[in-house]
């Protein structure tokens, strides 16, 4: 099982990021794909999850309204599009299978890093 999240970067607040996240390794198209972000010192914090046909979405609070999670079943592939980016939103994420919970919890990848800072 591999994660390559990909994406990231230093942007200003208000600005917007597309993530991708590349997944091998298990049947793509049957599992859950989910994003977490983790700060400094932190665990993994739910950002979003979609369910294998791209039917249902699950959202942490923050990310409502905010962010869109997505998938392409035909190029084993998840995406997280940010919109209007703030300080708090600053850390670095990671995707796993799973709707809500991480599936493979002994196989994150380097995950991507994203700065919003003025």
């Known amino acids: 099982v591999e994660f390559v999240e990909s994406g990231g970067g230093l942007v200003q607040p208000g600005s917007s990021l597309t993530l991708s996240c590349l997944a091998s390794g298990f049947t793509f198209g049957s599992q859950s794909m989910s994003w977490y972000r983790q700060r400094p010192g932190e665990g993994y914090e739910l950002v979003a999850g979609i369910n294998t046909v791209s039917v249902n979405t699950i959202y942490a609070g923050f990310a409502k309204g905010r962010f869109t999670i997505s998938r392409d079943n035909a190029k084993k592939a998840a995406y997280l599009q940010m919109y209007d980016l703030k300080p708090d939103d600053t850390a670095k994420y990671f995707c796993?299978?799973?709707?809500?919970?991480?599936?493979?919890?002994?196989?994150w990848g380097h995950g991507t890093q994203v700065t919003v800072s003025s």
């Open positions: 796993n299978a799973g709707y809500n919970s991480p599936k493979f919890k002994d196989f």
